[in-house]
Structure formats: C-alpha cells, structure tokens
C-alpha cells in the first residue's frame, strides 16, 4: 500500500531544489488607489518586500496559452509570464513585481494543494 503523503523533510527538500532554480530578485509592490480629488483616483505602489524568483514566459506547460486569454469575456493578447517565488512569498493579485528593470503585474496567483512554490501569472505594466 503506497501513501501520497511526503514527510515535512521531502517537501523541505523540494522546496529547496525549486528555489536554487530562482537566479533573480524581484521587488513587491502593493497597489493602493488614492483620490486625485476630482472624483478619481490615482495607483501608487508601495513596496512590501524582495524575493527571490524566476521569471519564465506563460506557454503550454504552465497550463496556460500564449494565444491569449479570456478575461470577463473578452480575450486578453497581452505578453504572458509565469514567476515563481519560494512558497512562502508574499505576492498577492494586482501587485506589482520589478525584476530585472521591468515592471509586472499580477493578474493571477495560482494555488494547489502542494505549494512547494507559489506561481503568478503576470503581465507586463
């Protein structure tokens, strides 16, 4: 009889083997909206931490497509990447991640039931 289950030590050293994959550092901003006093509103990103990444292009082994994308049913032709960040990285929808001089944003973190990295679908700003 074989278990799914990995040992704390297993999913550690998973962990460890994707994150020496991850050769860039990417900066976290969080987007806030503040009135410009006219009735709208201005984004400024405030950064909320570093981490280390790799920032890879979305195709057909992320699951997702460089065709593009339906978002609120329209397609969306975008560029697409995938960043990878150690699992426990503090990356929401809607930040803004700067790696290597260009400016992302988070359209989608993905979530599974094994995080031994967190992934997120990202544009570019």
């Known amino acids: 009889m074989s278990t799914l289950a990995l040992s704390a030590a297993e999913?550690?050293?998973i962990r460890s083997t994707l994150e020496a994959q991850m050769f860039q550092t990417a900066v976290i901003s969080r987007i806030?909206?503040?009135?410009d006093a006219?009735?709208?509103?201005?984004?400024?990103?405030?950064?909320?931490?570093?981490?280390?990444?790799?920032?890879?292009?979305?195709?057909?082994r992320s699951g997702l497509s460089l065709m593009g994308q339906v978002i609120?049913?329209?397609?969306?032709?975008?560029?697409?990447?995938?960043v990878y960040f150690p699992h426990d990285t503090n990356a929401?929808?809607?930040?803004?991640?700067?790696?290597?001089?260009?400016?992302?944003?988070v359209t989608t973190?993905?979530?599974?039931?094994w995080?031994?990295?967190?992934?997120?679908m990202v544009t570019p700003a």
């Open 109 to 113: 973190v993905l979530h599974s039931d």
């Open 72 to 82: 609120a049913g329209r397609i969306d032709n975008r560029d697409q990447y995938m």
């Open 32 to 35: 806030t909206l503040t009135s």
């Open 38 to 60: 006219m009735g709208g509103s201005n984004e400024a990103g405030t950064p909320v931490g570093t981490a280390i990444c790799r920032v890879s292009a979305a195709g057909q």
């Open 92 to 105: 929401q929808n809607d930040d803004e991640v700067t790696v290597d001089g260009r400016t992302f944003r």
């Open 11 to 13: 999913i550690e050293d």
């Open 115 to 120: 995080e031994f990295s967190k992934r997120a």
